[in-house]
């Protein structure tokens, strides 16, 4: 019983501010809904049990990404961005797509209709521990990787942007 | 709360982004929507491990690659946007047209 309150509260709180991130007019305001989304899908890992990912998602999305979003928002909009459609011509076309995508999605999710969890879940921070330094050692590396090479293409974008226009 | 809720959950997310990333006009509301579709996969993965493979952290694992994978995507595209913006004046995806012959 509880665990439903909890799932049809965190689905619905992360579909409807979903909802709002695409839609509304005002950027500032969809970044902010975009955060609250993303602690919505933070609360849906916390009822499966997915603890690590759990603080993952805080630590790196609701404080990070969402705020560095905010930021840019703040930096490229304009006072009259707010008068403007924020939606273009083709959003009929876009619904089909999605109404097309979403048949075939919910076809795949009622194969898995009925299946529950057998077992209360259990902490899993140090199988993660283990898994990322044993079986996937080398993905673990590549992605420091490719977290430096964000870092280094991220300061190159900004930087070379600034000096060669006047 | 069985499997096929959490899919369906999760497919509703993907839509909406899905959505969100084919009708915005401003560039930050694309890369959000790319966020939540992002989201929904993850969502995924970690319903898959906890209701087929009890016990097990492999899909855990690969949410948080994911998680590490979009954190460096949205840094160089906020980073591109940016640098696109000192040169166009604009955030709106219809006017970005330098490649134009």
């Not at chain 1, 097309?100 to 299946?115: D, Q």
Request: charged content about 10%; hydrophobic content about 60%; overall charge negative.
């Amino acid at each position: 019983m509880l665990e439903a309150i909890v799932f049809w509260s965190l689905a619905g709180l992360v579909l409807l501010s979903a909802l709002a991130v695409v839609t509304l007019r005002n950027t500032v305001h969809s970044s902010l809904f975009l955060g609250l989304s993303l602690a919505g899908v933070a609360g849906l890992f916390a009822s499966l049990g997915a603890d690590f990912l759990f603080a993952a998602q805080i630590m790196v999305y609701v404080s990070g990404i969402a705020v560095l979003i905010l930021f840019a928002v703040m930096l490229l909009g304009r006072a009259s961005d707010l008068h403007l459609r924020q939606v273009n011509d083709l959003w009929p076309t876009a619904l089909l797509v999605c109404v097309v995508a979403g048949a075939g999605l919910f076809k795949v999710a009622a194969f898995f209709e009925g299946i529950v969890a057998l077992e209360p879940p259990a902490p899993g921070t140090r199988a993660i521990g283990r898994l990322m330094l044993g079986d996937c050692l080398l993905p673990f590396e590549l992605v420091s990787l490719a977290l430096l090479a964000a870092l280094i293409g991220a300061v190159f974008f900004c930087r070379s942007g600034g000096e060669e226009n006047p | 709360m069985t499997l096929a809720h959490y899919l369906a959950v999760a497919a509703l997310l993907f839509l909406v982004g899905l959505f969100g990333a084919l009708t915005r006009r401003n560039i930050i509301g694309i890369l959000m929507s790319i966020e939540l579709m992002f989201n929904a996969a993850n969502l995924n993965l970690a319903a898959f491990d906890r209701f087929l493979h009890p016990g097990g952290v492999a899909g855990q694992t690969l949410a948080l690659f994911t998680i590490t994978v979009a954190a460096a995507e949205v840094v160089v595209g906020l980073a591109l946007l940016l640098a696109i913006y000192r040169g166009a004046g604009t955030v709106y995806v219809e006017d970005y047209n330098l490649l134009k012959g």
